[in-house]
């Protein structure tokens, strides 16, 4: 991911460490992101917001996970600057879209539970709205059933023929490589995973969502051949760092989710990856800071979440914790996103020798994993009845959104 890896990084230290306005314009200047934006005209396509379309309010769906009680309390840590909100609202996917835009990212990348689900129904009224804001949308495939890797062909195909040619490719993504290629690229989460698992207790079970290799083969092969006459590529990513199991499967590469894979162990999957000629997508992210079960039963093997990056434990009560944890939040998303940058264009890896580039931006609106780029309340517009909750709001809402539309802005416009 360099032009050479260490100029880029010393010039986004610069940047990450404060530099001044003019100090911004270092990344600008640097030849990687100016080779990024020539090779890719259409560059902030390839800046896709992972998506979550499943909240709801009547009666509340996910807002009221985790022992929580909205509209004041939400399964999160941070009350969003719309409140408990419904994704089916065109209001709030119109104020979505306007937002994504202002941060300079192209597309959406919409979490999708299958044929027929509360998601699925929502696809059209949420891609009449990103049509008109010219953002592009793509799928990410959940495991929304035990065995639903023997249905991934058929998944693929319906998202296609119901959304791509049903709307008259209106808005569906399709991807534009460096040699020309266009076609379609869909991620998928819990792909490949181990046979069985141990718990806690030393207690070994199957695991639920496990498909042989052979199977997901089977699947991969058939949506090639089924698009083949369309599309020049179709590009299909695994969120797995099991790099010889991805190549067995029949994937193109890997699309990493997970926020606590850290920025520094990039490289090394990067070089795995491209050692099988796999390309690679690390996501940009500002940390992890997920919600905690109110009520865990006895013996169970759940854990409270970490705070990512660090291992302090902060008192959200605190005007300076808050400060510093928002720091931390800040820091990791330019380092993730100066560090995916560098990766994908080492001309010695995978990714600039097959022409591809792709950055997730994890994510728009997870709430309950506080990694949310969606604007927040600031700390001082939470309520009294809010401020009792412990949310994690600091004063500045915003500032991830504000972050990323720097950062991007700077590649995008780089020549």
């Not at 496990?210 to 179709?234: C, G, H, L, S």
């Not at 797995?240 to 490289?267: H, K, M």
């Not at 890896?349 to 969606?374: D, I, M, P, T």
């Amino acid at each position: 991911m360099s032009l050479s890896r260490r100029a880029f990084v010393q010039s986004a230290l610069t940047i990450a460490g404060g530099a001044t306005a003019g100090g911004l314009d270092v990344l600008a200047q640097t030849a990687a992101p100016a080779r990024l934006a020539d090779r890719f005209p259409d560059l902030a396509r390839h800046f896709i917001f992972e998506y979550y379309p499943w909240y709801a309010v009547d009666p509340y769906r996910h807002w009221n996970d985790a022992g929580r009680r909205p509209p004041g309390d939400v399964a999160s840590n941070y009350m969003p600057r719309l409140g408990a909100y419904d994704s089916k609202s065109t209001k709030v996917i119109e104020q979505h879209a306007r937002w994504m835009k202002e941060a300079g990212a192209g597309a959406i990348n919409v979490s999708w539970w299958g044929p027929g689900s509360d998601t699925d129904r929502l696809v059209p009224a949420l891609m009449d709205v990103m049509a008109a804001h010219d953002i592009r949308v793509t799928f990410h495939l959940e495991p929304y059933r035990e065995h639903r890797a023997l249905a991934y062909a058929d998944d693929i195909e319906y998202l296609i023929r119901r959304y791509a040619e049903g709307r008259r490719w209106d808005c569906f993504l399709l991807l534009r490589h460096a040699d020309g290629a266009v076609g379609p690229v869909f991620k998928s989460f819990a792909t490949i995973l181990p046979p069985r698992t141990t718990d806690c207790h030393d207690r070994t079970s199957d695991t639920p969502f496990y498909a042989a290799d052979a199977v997901w083969r089977e699947q991969t092969d058939r949506v090639r051949a089924t698009f083949a006459p369309q599309f020049d590529r179709i590009t299909l990513l695994a969120d797995s760092l099991d790099v010889s199991r991805t190549q067995a499967c029949g994937f193109d590469g890997i699309a990493i989710y997970d926020n606590y894979v850290r920025p520094e162990s990039w490289l090394r999957h990067a070089e795995n990856c491209s050692a099988r000629n796999l390309v690679f997508a690390f996501n940009v992210n500002p940390g992890f800071d997920g919600v905690v079960e109110r009520q865990v039963a006895a013996g169970s093997c759940y854990r409270p979440p970490a705070f990512e990056p660090g291992a302090s434990r902060f008192d959200w009560a605190a005007s300076s914790d808050r400060v510093s944890a928002s720091r931390a939040s800040e820091r990791r998303i330019r380092e993730s996103f100066e560090k995916t940058i560098e990766l994908q264009t080492d001309p010695q890896l995978a990714n600039v020798k097959r022409g591809f580039f792709l950055a997730y931006l994890n994510s728009f609106n997870e709430w309950h994993e506080g990694h949310q780029f969606e604007p927040m309340k600031d700390r001082a517009a939470l309520t009294p009845e809010e401020r009792a909750v412990g949310y994690h709001n600091p004063d500045d809402g915003n500032y991830r959104l504000s972050v990323l539309k720097r950062l991007i802005g700077d590649v995008v416009r780089a020549r």
